[in-house]
Nanobody, 116 residues
Framework: VQLQASGGGLVQAGDSLRLSCAAS????????MGWFRQAPGKEREFVAS????????NYADSVKGRFTISGDNAKNTVSLQMNSLKPEDTAVYYC??????????WGQGTLVTVSS
């Protein structure tokens, strides 16, 4: 499975941004997709996920109410709508997919920079 993310950029605090990710290859084997992020000097952390079975979504507490994940299993795409962005949301955002309980496929990352 190959993942291609896009949509990062430089925005101001309070602005919105939408990230998109398209999967290709053995996509029939994926159970769900998600987003992680890694800020400078910090470990990679979970942001949001969506399961293809039932469309269940999960969010990190830090983004609940501001970010919305959506996906299309048939098209093998996932998006992350990010509203009310904060400087602490600055990070490289990674699209990911799982074929089991572990996220085992990763995109190249897209940089989101939020200025204060």
């Amino acid at each position: 499975v190959q993942l291609q993310a896009s949509g990062g950029g430089l925005v101001q605090a309070g602005d919105s941004l939408r990230l998109s990710c398209a999967a290709s290859g053995r996509t029939f084997s994926t159970y769900g997709m998600g987003w992680f992020r890694q800020a400078p000097g910090k470990e990679r952390e979970f942001v949001a996920s969506i399961s293809w079975s039932g469309g269940t979504t999960n969010y990190a507490d830090s983004v609940k109410g501001r970010f919305t994940i959506s996906g299309d299993n048939a098209k093998n795409t996932v998006s992350l709508q990010m509203n009310s962005l904060k400087p602490e949301d600055t990070a490289v955002y990674y699209c990911t997919a799982r074929t089991g309980t572990i996220y085992n496929y990763w995109g190249q990352g897209t940089l989101v920079t939020v200025s204060s």
